[in-house]
Antibody, heavy 119, light 110 residues
Framework: EVQLLESGGGLVQPGGSLRLSCAASGFTFSSSAMSWVRQAPGKGLDWVSAISGSGDTIYYADSVKGRFTISRDNSKNTLYLQINSLRAEDTAVYYC????????????WGQGTLVTVSS | QSALTQPPSASGSPGQSVTISCTGTSSDVGGYNYVSWYQQYPGKAPKLMIYEVSKRPSGVPDRFSGSKSGNTASLTVSGLQAEDEAEYYCSSYAGSNNLVFGGGTKLTVL
C-alpha cells in the first residue's frame, strides 16, 4: 500500500524553526518527485515546494523562498521540509504529496501535520 | 500568482448532475493542459479525482469528469450520491515552476 506519514509539526513562536518529515512506503521513493502543500485553517490548498526524485531539482512558491528548504534522503525513504523564520501566516496543516509541480498531479497524500505559529 | 476562481458552493439532488467551474487566465488554465481536481472531506487529506484536465486515476468513479474551454476548467459530477458531498479544489500549472489552486467549492447533496 502506498503511504505517506508526516511528523514534526507543533506550536512554535514567531521567528522560530521546525523540521517536518514525511516517511514514504509502498512505492519506489527515489524515482518519485515529491511536494509539500499546506492548508491554513478553514482555507484552501497552497503549493509550497517540490523536489525531483534525485533531489537535484527543487522549486519553491514565492511566498516561502529563502525561508523554507525541501530535501530528501532516498536511503531512508523520507522527505523533509525545514521551515525557518516562521510567521503567523505559516500556520497550516502541511501535507506531503507524491507528485511534481510541473503537472500538479498529486496522486498520494499524507494525513498532514499541523504547524501553529503563535506567541 | 493569484488563486484560481471557483464558486464557493454548489448543490444538487441525488441522481442529478452538477458542474463546478475553475476560472484562471491564459497564464495558467488556458495555457496548459495540467488542470487537476481534488476532493477533500472535513479533516481529511485531499484525494486526486481528475488530472491533465480530463483523466481519471484508477479507482475514481466515471461519474466524475473534467473538461476545459479557454481559461475555464470544469468538473462534472453525474448521478450525484450522498458520498460526493465534500470540498472540491482545482489546480493548474502556472508556468515558471509554479502551481496555483482554486479557493475551493463546497458541494452539497440536497
Amino acid at each position: 500500500e502506498v503511504q505517506l506519514l508526516e511528523s514534526g509539526g507543533g506550536l512554535v513562536q514567531p521567528g522560530g524553526s521546525l523540521r517536518l518529515s514525511c516517511a514514504a512506503s509502498g512505492f519506489t521513493f527515489s524515482s518519485s518527485a515529491m511536494s509539500w502543500v499546506r492548508q491554513a485553517p478553514g482555507k484552501g490548498l497552497d503549493w509550497v515546494s517540490a523536489i525531483s526524485g534525485s533531489g537535484d531539482t527543487i522549486y519553491y512558491a514565492d511566498s516561502v523562498k529563502g525561508r523554507f528548504t525541501i530535501s530528501r534522503d532516498n536511503s531512508k525513504n523520507t522527505l523533509y521540509l525545514q521551515i525557518n523564520s516562521l510567521r503567523a501566516e505559516d500556520t497550516a496543516v502541511y501535507y506531503c504529496a507524491k507528485g511534481y509541480v510541473s503537472n500538479g498531479r498529486f496522486d498520494t497524500w499524507g494525513q498532514g501535520t499541523l504547524v501553529t505559529v503563535s506567541s | 500568482q493569484s488563486a484560481l476562481t471557483q464558486p464557493p458552493s454548489a448543490s444538487g439532488s441525488p441522481g442529478q448532475s452538477v458542474t463546478i467551474s475553475c476560472t484562471g487566465t491564459s497564464s495558467d488554465v488556458g495555457g496548459y493542459n495540467y488542470v487537476s481536481w481534488y476532493q477533500q472531506y472535513p479533516g481529511k487529506a485531499p484525494k486526486l479525482m481528475i488530472y491533465e484536465v480530463s483523466k481519471r486515476p484508477s479507482g475514481v468513479p466515471d461519474r466524475f469528469s473534467g473538461s476545459k474551454s479557454g481559461n475555464t476548467a470544469s468538473l462534472t459530477v453525474s448521478g450525484l450520491q450522498a458520498e460526493d458531498e465534500a470540498e472540491y479544489y482545482c489546480s493548474s500549472y502556472a508556468g515558471s515552476n509554479n502551481l496555483v489552486f482554486g479557493g475551493g467549492t463546497k458541494l452539497t447533496v440536497l
